[in-house]
T-cell receptor, first 116, second 116 residues
């Protein structure tokens, strides 16, 4: 049981390049999330997907796109990378606990992205 | 709108001493509360959570937290810390988006440094 997996673990891009971060979960969760973590800022939600076929913007969606490929996979794309997108990116998945609120979110190991 | 404040960005403590990491939240509706731990260069893992019921919640690694509705707090405690508890700790609250998908709002984190 791998939980949540992310690829790649590390990436260096030049300004303007594009890339896709991959995420997969094997816990049969309906909900998946992408966060970014910056020093002193905690985790900020970029996009989330409540279920297969749906995606919604989070707190900091500008410069990103997502695709919920199927129930297991949720990818994050940077179309034209900028230095401000240098960060650590985490994918997570969860079930819902009732009343529309998320239960425990399970996190992947993260992708460390540097944009030069 | 919900928000989470972690009152201390850094907490240094000696091994075998007790520790309390403080978390306050604001919300006009009932919430679910979580504490996560992040070890260096790793993802986040759940320490404990409060969904309902007993206000004293016990988690992994000897940690516990108490939900105090009147003070809107969810402080994390451990009676005797170990060097291996050195990590960053995040408090989070689960909220709803118009009754549909719920998400987590994270505090900015508290770095616990345990010294010998």
């Amino acid at each position: 049981n791998a939980g949540v997996t992310q690829t790649p673990k590390f990436q260096v891009l030049k300004t303007g390049q594009s890339m896709t971060l991959q995420c997969a979960q094997d816990m049969n969760h309906n909900s998946m999330y992408w966060y970014r973590q910056d020093p002193g800022m905690g985790l900020r939600l970029i996009y989330y997907s409540a279920s297969e076929g749906t995606t919604d913007k989070g707190e900091v969606p500008n410069g990103y796109n997502v695709s919920r490929l199927n129930k297991r996979e949720f990818s994050l794309r940077l179309e034209s990378a900028a230095p401000s997108q240098t960060s650590v990116y985490f994918c997570a998945s969860s079930a819902l606990a009732g009343e529309g609120r998320t239960d425990t979110q399970y996190f992947g190991p993260g992708t460390r992205l540097t944009v030069l | 709108a919900q928000s989470v404040t972690q009152l201390d960005s850094q907490v240094p403590v000696f091994e075998e001493a007790p520790v309390e990491l403080r978390c306050n939240y604001s919300s006009s509706v009932s919430v679910y509360l979580f504490w996560y731990v992040q070890y260096p260069n790793q993802g986040l893992q759940l320490l404990l959570k409060y969904l309902s019921g007993s206000t004293l919640v016990k988690g992994i690694n000897g940690f516990e937290a108490e939900f105090n509705k009147s003070q809107t707090s969810f402080h994390l405690r451990k009676p005797s810390v170990h060097i291996s508890d050195t990590a960053e700790y995040f408090c989070a609250v689960s909220r709803t988006y118009g009754g549909s998908q719920g998400n987590l709002i994270f505090g900015k984190g508290t770095k616990l440094s345990v010294k010998p």
